[in-house]
C-alpha cells in the first residue's frame, strides 16, 4: 500500500498512502486498529541517524503532546526512538491552504481575515504550552470545514542551524514564510517569529503568494527570497486595504515591533469585519432606495445597525490596530504633531497663550472623541484624569489633550510621536504635563501646552511619578530618576539579565516587577526610593503561584495582586505582600472576575466581573466582606471615591454603587455612541471633578453628568 520505501506499519498503525513530504520527512495516512484515520510522519534518515536530532526530537514530541485547542491537530502518537522516528496526529480531511489557492485562486478578503484569526488562536494555544511553530507554512495549514488546523507545530525546533540552507537551496521551513532572524541567526527565535509568518500566510492567502515574492517566476529561488525577507520591505500593493495593516505589522523587521497572537486575533477579526463592511457598500442593496419624482438615486454609505440599537459607521472608519499586554492602537492623524490651538469641531474655547478655562457654569455635554483624533476609545488607551480644574486626556503616547470640564472643548493639544502605539500616556505631575516625544519625554505647561524642557529617553517604556521625582523605564531593564522642575537626574537603577514588567509608586517609593532575560521566569520585586536606592536588602520572589501576578496596586504597607488563572485571562485571587517583613495572604475570590481591580484608601480591594458582580476583599485579613450583583453589565475600571464605587457599563451608563454592601445607589442614562473594534473591551474609569463625573464609554464618547445628591 505504501511507494515501497517505507513501512506498511509503524506501531499500531498500517500506512495506506502517501499524503505529501517536507524537507523533514514523509506524511501518510494511516488507521489504528479500531478504524481511526491518523497522519504519520516519518523523519528522514538523513536527520534521523543524527542522535543530536533524535535527542531534541523527544524533547518536542514531549512538548507538543501538551498542545491543544480548536485549531491545531494535535500528536496522538510517536516513536522518537525508532528506527525511522515518527509521530502521529489527528488527521484532518480536506487540504492544504496551498492546495486550495493552487486550485481556485486567492481567498476573498474576508476568508483571509478568518484564516488570520484562526492561526491566531492556534498560536495562542502552542505559545501558551511555551512552544514556538517556527515553520507556519500554507502547506502546515490545513483547511477543514469548521476552520483552520495548524499541523507540525514545535517539530522543526529539532533541526539544527547548520541545516538551515543547504548547497542546493533546500531550507528549515520555507523563507517566503519564516522571520529574518530566523534567516540570519542574529536574534533569539521566539513567538514573534510565528507572528511573522502568520502575516506572511494571511498574505498570501489574500493575493497567491508571499509579500517577498516577485511572483514573475513560479519556484523563484529561495536564496533571493530569503535575501528579500531579511533586506527588503514586503510588496503589499495586493494585499486587500482591510488586511494590508494587519500583514504590515506583523512583518516587521524587529520582532520586538511585531504584536503578539491575541493582538492579531482581535485585528483579524476587526478586518474580517472591515471586509465585511466593503461587500456590503459594494452590494446594491447598500445603496438606498431612490426617493421618486426622477430624483437621482443616493448612493452614500448607510450606517449598518447592531445589536441593542448601537451603530458602526462603516464609511471612514480608520484602521484601529491593537498593540502591547493590553491593547494600543494607530490613530487617524489630523495633523503633523507638536502642540495645536482648539479646533473648531472641538468647542472652540481656549487655545494655546496660557489663557485660563473660561469660567461658565457647567452643563452636560457630550463629545464624539473623533472631533479629538481617537477613532476608538478602548483599543487608542483614551482616558482622562483630572488636571487642576480640567480634564487631561491621553490617547496612549500619540495624542494628549486638555478639556475644558464645563463643555468639553479643547484648551490645548500636543501631538506625541506617530509610533507612540502604545504606553505611556500623559501623567501630570509637579506643575507639569510630562508626555512622549520624539527625543524621549517632554515637559509642558499645564495652562497652555508650551513645552517646558525635554529628556533624552528613546527607548521609553513607563512614565511614572514618585513623589517629586520622576521615574523613566528607558529600555527592557533599566529606570532613571529626575526631578520634576528641571531636567535633573538623581539616579539609575537597573537590573541586568532583567526586564521590567511594571512599575507601580505610592508616595516616594517605588515597586519594580521583573523576570529573567532568557526563560521569562523567576519574577520578582524591589522597592526603591525616588532616586533609585533600594530599601530592601535583597529582591523578594513573587509568591509561587501556577499562574501569573499582575500587580494592581501599592499602598504605604502593601503591594496587591491578582492572581489569574493557569487557563483563562480571569483573576481567581487576590494575593497581599506586607512590605515590611515580606509575608503573603492570599484571598480566594467565590467568583471568577475580570482583570481590573481597584484599591480603597482602607486597604480593601474591589474586583468586578463582566456580568456586574463586585467583590470585596480585606486583603490584609484574607477575607471576602461581600459580593454582589449590581447590574453593571461590562463594567468599567472602577474608581473608589468617597465611601463609593463608580463604573460605566457596556452602554456608557454611569453607575453608583455603595462600597458598605454593594448596593447600588444610582444608575444613569445610557450614552451608546458608535462602537467600534474595542465594543467588547472595557471602558475607562470615571473621573470625578467638583461634583461631576466625566465618562469614557465604548461607542467612543465622552460626556459630562452631574452626579445627584445621594
Known amino acids: 500500500m505504501t511507494d515501497g520505501t517505507a513501512p506498511e506499519r509503524l506501531g499500531d498503525y498500517v500506512l495506506e498512502r502517501r499524503l505529501g513530504s517536507g524537507g523533514m520527512g514523509v506524511v501518510y495516512l494511516a488507521r489504528t486498529p479500531a478504524g481511526r484515520q491518523v497522519a504519520v510522519k516519518v523523519i528522514r534518515r538523513e536527520y534521523a541517524q543524527d542522535p543530536g536530532f533524535r535527542a531534541r526530537f523527544r524533547r518536542e514530541v514531549a512538548a507538543a503532546r501538551k498542545v491543544g485547542g480548536a485549531y491545531t491537530a494535535p500528536v496522538v502518537d510517536a516513536d522518537p526512538d525508532g528506527d525511522p522516528p515518527w509521530l502521529a496526529t489527528l488527521f484532518v480531511p480536506g487540504g492544504s491552504l496551498t492546495d486550495r489557492v493552487d486550485r481556485d485562486g486567492p481567498l476573498s478578503a474576508r476568508e483571509a481575515a478568518r484564516v488570520g484569526a484562526q492561526l491566531a488562536e492556534a498560536l495562542r494555544d502552542i505559545h501558551g504550552r511555551g512552544l514556538v511553530h517556527r515553520d507556519l507554512k500554507p502547506g502546515n495549514v490545513l483547511l477543514a470545514e469548521d476552520g483552520v488546523r495548524v499541523i507540525d507545530f514545535g517539530i522543526s525546533r529539532a533541526l539544527t542551524d547548520s541545516h538551515r540552507l543547504t548547497e542546493t537551496g ?31 500566510v494571511v498574505a498570501y492567502a489574500a493575493t497567491g503568494h508571499s509579500p517577498f515574492e516577485t511572483g514573475e517566476v513560479p519556484g523563484p529561488d529561495p536564496l533571493a527570497v530569503a535575501y528579500r525577507v531579511v533586506h527588503e520591505e514586503p510588496v503589499l500593493d495586493a494585499v486587500p486595504e482591510p488586511l494590508r495593516e494587519l500583514v504590515g505589522l506583523c512583518l516587521a523587521k524587529d520582532p520586538r515591533q511585531r504584536p503578539d497572537v491575541v493582538t492579531v486575533l482581535r485585528m483579524a477579526a476587526w478586518a474580517d469585519s472591515r471586509a465585511q463592511a466593503g ?19 443616493d448612493t452614500a454609505p448607510r450606517p449598518v445597525r447592531r445589536r441593542g440599537g448601537r451603530r458602526l459607521a462603516l464609511a471612514g472608519v480608520a484602521v484601529a490596530v491593537l498593540l502591547a499586554a493590553g491593547a494600543g492602537a494607530r490613530l487617524l492623524w489630523m495633523d503633523d504633531g507638536g502642540t495645536a490651538p482648539a479646533s473648531p469641531g472641538a468647542g472652540g474655547a481656549g487655545g494655546a497663550g496660557g489663557a485660563a478655562p473660561e469660567e461658565r457654569a457647567p452643563e452636560p ?10 477613532q476608538d476609545a478602548p483599543t487608542d488607551g483614551f482616558s482622562c484624569r483630572p488636571l487642576a480644574a480640567e480634564l487631561l486626556c491621553a490617547a496612549w503616547g500619540v495624542r494628549t489633550v486638555v478639556l475644558n470640564p464645563a463643555d468639553g472643548a479643547e484648551s490645548w493639544r500636543y501631538n506625541g510621536p506617530r509610533t507612540s502605539l502604545g504606553p505611556p500616556a500623559a501623567i501630570a505631575a509637579g506643575g507639569a504635563v510630562f508626555a512622549r516625544s520624539e527625543k524621549g519625554v517632554i515637559a509642558l505647561d499645564p495652562a497652555d501646552g508650551a513645552e517646558l524642557w525635554q529628556l533624552d529617553a528613546p527607548e521609553l517604556r513607563d512614565l511614572v511619578a514618585v513623589g517629586d521625582r520622576l521615574a523613566l523605564q528607558n529600555g527592557d531593564s533599566t529606570v532613571r530618576f529626575y526631578a520634576q522642575e528641571t531636567p535633573e ?37 524591589m522597592l526603591l526610593d525616588g532616586t533609585g536606592r533600594e530599601q530592601w536588602h535583597a529582591p523578594r520572589p513573587l509568591a509561587p503561584v501556577p499562574s501569573l501576578l499582575e500587580l494592581v496596586a501599592l499602598d504605604e504597607e502593601a503591594a496587591y495582586f491578582e492572581e489569574w488563572d493557569p487557563e483563562l485571562p480571569v483573576s481567581v485571587a487576590v494575593q497581599r505582600m506586607d512590605l515590611a517583613n515580606g509575608e503573603w495572604v492570599r484571598t480566594e475570590l467565590p467568583h471568577p472576575a475580570e482583570p481590573r481591580a481597584v484599591l480603597a484608601d482602607d486597604g480593601l480591594v474591589y474586583v468586578t466581573d463582566t456580568a456586574g458582580r463586585v467583590t470585596a476583599v480585606d486583603a490584609a485579613a484574607g477575607e471576602v466582606r461581600w459580593s454582589a450583583e449590581t447590574g ?75 452626579l445627584p445628591e445621594l
Open 170 to 200: 533546500a531550507v528549515l521551513g520555507s523563507p517566503p514564510f519564516m522571520a529574518p532572524e530566523q534567516l540570519t541567526g542574529g536574534a533569539e527565535v521566539t513567538q514573534a517569529a510565528d507572528v511573522f509568518a502568520l502575516g506572511a
Open 279 to 297: 461587500e456590503v457598500r459594494a452590494s446594491p442593496v447598500w445603496r438606498a432606495p431612490g426617493t421618486g419624482g426622477g430624483a437621482e438615486e
Open 365 to 374: 455635554w457630550e463629545l464624539d472623541l473623533r472631533d479629538v483624533g481617537v
Open 489 to 525: 537626574r538623581l539616579g539609575t537603577w537597573e537590573v541586568p539579565g532583567r526586564y521590567l514588567t511594571d512599575l507601580r509608586a505610592h508616595g516616594d517609593r517605588l515597586l519594580a516587577v521583573s523576570r529573567d532575560e532568557e526563560t521569562g521566569g523567576a519574577p520578582e520585586m
Open 632 to 706: 453593571v453589565s461590562g463594567a468599567s475600571e472602577p474608581l473608589v471615591a468617597d465611601g463609593r464605587l463608580y463604573l460605566s457599563d457596556q452602554e456608557g451608563r454611569l453607575s453608583v454603587v455603595d462600597t458598605a454592601d454593594g448596593g447600588t445607589l444610582w444608575t444613569g442614562p445610557a450614552h451608546p455612541g458608535t462602537p467600534g473594534l474595542g465594543s467588547d473591551a472595557w471602558a475607562p474609569a470615571p473621573v470625578l471633578l467638583d461634583g461631576w463625573a466625566y465618562v469614557v464609554t465604548l461607542g467612543n464618547t465622552l460626556y459630562a453628568v452631574r
